[in-house]
């Protein structure tokens, strides 16, 4: 059968090829470089399916299963992921600028140093996601849910900031329901776990010590419900 991958807006054709799937199609035409930005994959069932590197800037891929998808470096610029199932996907280094994730299952996606700058993430489910080193400055986090104690994130929720500490890792704070709450390397926890452990494991008096308990104090204020 001749799978054809249509432009979204001109349906033009943009790739086509004698296959059994559209999703042998697509890893076909990534494979060979073939152009798919702006391509309709609406609901493409592309689970497992090996995109490393592929360039989908603003494409289709409202509610497409992308579960356990390879899409390390992948160019995913302004693409339209709206309530796409990314469970457990490789989104490493991936460019996500601006993309819509509204909805989407992130659930385990690997997101170490993605560039999520201004994408819309509202009620996206991202339990257990590696958000470390990602890139999320002007993203809407807002109503994401981040699972087990941190919960669902309230309307402006979190800021970033590092790198920071001995390791240069990325900080993270969040604002949920459930309270304020950091990750940090290897560590998640509340605000006042964070700080029992900074102490814990640098002193009061270290620089690093001081660096994070007045990291601690900022988040504080940034979260409190003070007005401006």
Known sequence: MKYQILNRYDSRVQFELECESL??????????????REAN???ANLYGADLGEADL???DLRVANLRWAN????NLRGADLHGADLHAANLHWANLREANLYGANLYGADLRGANLY?????GANLYGADLR?????????????LGGKIGK??????FTCGPQGSRGDMLIAFNSDNGMFVKVGCFTGSLDEFRSAVIKTHGEESKHSKLY???????????SEEEA
């Open 23 to 36: 999703k042998e199609a697509v890893v076909r035409a990534v494979k060979d470089g073939a152009n798919l």
């Open 71 to 74: 899409l390390y470096g992948a």
């Open 57 to 59: 800037r603003g494409a």
């Open 153 to 158: 994130l309230k309307s402006g929720g979190y």
């Open 213 to 223: 308990l007045g990291i601690a104090n900022l988040i504080e204020y940034k979260f």
């Open 118 to 122: 201004g994408a819309d993430l509202r």
């Open 41 to 43: 994959l609406y609901g």
């Open 133 to 145: 080193g990602a890139d999320l400055y002007g993203a809407n986090l807002g109503g994401a849910d």
